[in-house]
T-cell receptor, first 114, second 112 residues
Framework: GAGVSQTPSNKVTEKGKYVELRCDPI?????LYWYRQSLGQGPEFLIY????????DSGLPNDRFFAVRPEGSVSTLKIQRTERGDSAVYLC????????????FGPGTRLTVT | KQEVTQIPAALSVPEGENLVLNCSFT??????LQWFRQDPGKGLTSLLL?????REQTSGRLNASLDKSSGRSTLYIAASQPGDSATYLC???????????FGPGTSLSVIP
């Protein structure tokens, strides 16, 4: 079956611009996670959705970052007033629910802020 | 605050060798631990998931062990192959609904 997909695969934007990154989880998965990965490091947790609600958004670095999942499937990560330090690979994962099931990752979106 | 470390950061072995990757975590109160593989420019692929009540999990040439009391997990790869070359990451979850904390990964190169 289809895995987790993310679009776009690459995004180059200028400092100060607004960007949206999209994640399509595996059908039927109620839990969805966003991570950010910098070169040579493991993924860093950003936010976790259970259904439509954000169960844990403690990883969002500041109020420029926001994520939604209005219908409990597709999620969008939104970054306002991008900074060069936001450049990273943004990974999305989904699991059957949040309770102990494996997370399945998408290929990521590489964001470059110039 | 949970911290996850992985040793070594990089490893290079000849094909056919058995090898062990190490993962340590500071808070032993975990819900589960998961090992992932990441190929360059790609997302993560789950290899093994160990629940806190389990001691080990096996899949093919891979065996992962968990010692909660000492805050350690190992990933054993038998008869390594060039196709095993990738970065291996471990990740822990504190409670059933908690976020996942990743280690920095071990970059493995298997030389033909």
């Amino acid at each position: 079956g289809a895995g987790v997909s993310q679009t776009p695969s690459n995004k180059v934007t200028e400092k100060g611009k607004y960007v949206e990154l999209r994640c399509d989880p595996i059908s039927g998965h109620t839990a969805l996670y966003w991570y950010r990965q910098s070169l040579g490091q493991g993924p860093e947790f950003l936010i976790y959705f259970q259904g439509t609600g954000a169960a844990d958004d403690s990883g969002l670095p500041n109020d420029r970052f926001f994520a939604v999942r209005p219908e409990g499937s597709v999620s969008t990560l939104k970054i306002q007033r991008t900074e060069r330090g936001d450049s990273a690979v943004y990974l999305c994962a989904s699991s059957l629910d949040g309770v102990g099931y494996e997370q399945y990752f998408g290929p990521g979106t590489r964001l470059t802020v110039t | 605050k949970q911290e996850v470390t992985q040793i070594p950061a990089a490893l290079s072995v000849p094909e056919g060798e058995n090898l062990v990757l190490n993962c340590s975590f500071t808070d032993s109160a975990i819900y589960n631990l998961q090992w992932f593989r990441q190929d360059p420019g790609k997302g993560l692929t789950s290899l093994l998931l160990i629940q806190s009540s389990q001691r080990e999990q096996t899949s093919g040439r891979l065996n992962a062990s968990l010692d909660k009391s000492s805050g350690r997990s190992t990933l054993y790869i038998a008869a390594s192959q060039p196709g095993d070359s990738a970065t291996y990451l471990c990740a822990v979850k504190k409670t059933s609904y908690d976020k996942v904390i990743f280690g920095p990964g071990t970059s493995l190169s298997v030389i033909p």
